[in-house]
């Protein structure tokens, strides 16, 4: 993936479900439409909620990065 922008980050790493989504949808609740957060989580199920939550709420996933033992998901607000 190349450098992805963001304009906001949460970091939630150490932090189990539903958290991170949690973190995420109130920092998304923030930001203006078509604006992109970076969320960095080390929870394995992760991948999957963030796929899911991105699926229920019309937000664009963007991509997801995996690296020593963390993922790094981009989410670009509706």
């Known amino acids: 993936m190349t450098k992805q922008v963001f304009h906001a980050e949460v970091e939630a790493v150490g932090l189990k479900c539903p958290l991170p989504?949690?973190?995420a949808k109130k920092a998304l609740a923030q930001m203006e439409s078509?604006?992109?957060?970076?969320?960095?989580?080390?929870?394995?199920?992760?991948?999957?909620d963030f796929e899911a939550f991105c699926r229920q709420t019309g937000n664009a996933l963007l991509g997801q990065e995996q690296a020593e033992g963390h993922c790094v998901h981009y989410v670009q607000r509706r």
């Open 21 to 23: 989504i949690l973190r």
């Open 34 to 48: 078509g604006q992109v957060l970076r969320v960095s989580t080390d929870d394995p199920g992760a991948i999957r």
